[in-house]
């Protein structure tokens, strides 16, 4: 392993990117500090453990890890964290009946997926041909074309149609506002999906790990809010609720969302399309509602426990099956427009109105015992979900948002290629970091 002793590296973020940043730089001898805007670490990682009764938890940000997902699962392992199988009866699919009630349809959701992967056929095999090289002007041809455009040229039917629209609670946006890309490069990625997992314990027990040999190294309550790079020395100036000061490093890891990266000063500024990467990149509205009530009313035998939905209440799922107790929590995902309805709807019902729209799964009478909902969008620190790619982002800037520039390096979901939008990508992009500083400093 590379030795970094006597380099001094701060990371800015304590999200998983960060933190994962800040093992594998501290593994190779860096001195390295950890500041974040937060009163605590795991940033878009954040278990909810307040408020629910029979000690139970649930996720309010990244909750399913997926077995193709090699770097998160490794670090849970070197970190002595298990990792519990989850929702073993995939996903169903629910959408609105004749009447305009939701209704539990009999196919699975998979079988919506493989024909919208077929309709876009045409598509993928180009794409491939690019082997996905984002600057080539087949892939710019299918990027600036919309979903919602494309299933108006390919006459979609309804059913295609609500497919399509159930996915925001997968990519955060609506049809009109996600680049047909997107929906490309998903089904054009050939490495098979297997069975989820979740944190025994909950998913932020990955932060404290990380965050733990860290000890006073680690700066929460503190924001990074201007950056001077020169020679050798970067100097990041940041602000906590007493004062405001400047550290001194050699290297920078920027583990940010681009939302509140783009909000920070650097001088000398970044090469033009490496700022534009960051300032064009759009995050979609997510909603996260979890809704505990004394008993599971939507178990039952053959049903799976996890829903996709074109609907305002997005996707819901069985938020802690593996947690003991009477109680549950059901975790709803409202995607692009339905995160604005789900928030709309629990303003003027409160989280009862959102309980009872899940009649269709059997919530009728059931006690709702407590209940917690995180708007993404509204997180100063976040700004949005996670990434996504509209029609007008120019697909050529997506390598700028991982290039290191001088002595900054950058890190983060958004960064990561095959992984955006994951906590795995969070892993791997911190990892990725740490390893260029360790290949830039032997050069
Ligand atoms: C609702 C929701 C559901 C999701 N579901 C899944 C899922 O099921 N599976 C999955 O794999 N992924 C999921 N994700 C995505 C996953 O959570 C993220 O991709 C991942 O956690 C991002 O990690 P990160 O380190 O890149 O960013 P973050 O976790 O956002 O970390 C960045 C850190 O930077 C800090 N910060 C921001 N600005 C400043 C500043 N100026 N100064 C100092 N600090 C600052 C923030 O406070 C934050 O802690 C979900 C995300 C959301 C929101």
Known sequence: MPHLSGVSVLVSGAGLAGLAAAHDLTAMGADVIVVDARDRVGGRVWTIRDGFAQNQHAEGGGDMIDDAQHEIRALAAELGLTLTRILRGGFGYVRQDDAGRPRMVRRRALRGWTRLAGALDEFIHPYRLAEQRWDSPIVAAIAKRSVA???????????????????????????????????????????AWGSLRRIEGGN???????????????????????????????????????????????????A???????????????????????????????????????????????????????????AVWDGNEEQRGRAGILSLLAGGGASDATQSLVAKEGPRGLAQSLEWLGARGADLVGSKQIVWEQDPHARGGYAYFDP???PALRAWLARPFGRLFFAGEHTSIRWQGYMNGAVESGRRAAAEIAAAHHL
């Open 149 to 191: 455009s494309w299933l108006d040229e390919v006459r979609a039917d309804p059913e295609l149609r609500a497919t399509a629209t159930g996915l925001r609670g997968f990519f955060l946006a609506d049809p009109d506002e996600l680049s047909l890309l997107a929906l490309v490069d998903q089904f054009a990625a050939t490495d």
């Open 204 to 254: 932020d027990r990955l932060a404290t790990a990380l965050a733990a040999p860290l000890g006073s190294r680690l700066h929460l309550n503190t924001d990074v809010v201007a950056l001077t790079h020169r020679g050798r020395t970067v100097r990041v100036t940041v602000k906590n609720a007493r004062a405001q000061s400047q550290i001194t490093c050699d290297y920078v890891v920027l």
């Open 256 to 314: 940010l969302p681009a939302t509140t990266l783009r909000r920070i000063p650097i001088a000398p500024s970044l090469p033009s399309p490496q700022h534009d990467a960051i300032a064009r990149l759009k995050y979609g509205r997510a909603t996260r509602t979890l809704l505990q009530f004394s008993r599971r009313f939507w178990r039952a035998p053959r049903r799976p426990g996890a829903f996709g939905s074109p609907l305002f209440f997005g």
């Open 392 to 394: 007008a982002y120019d």
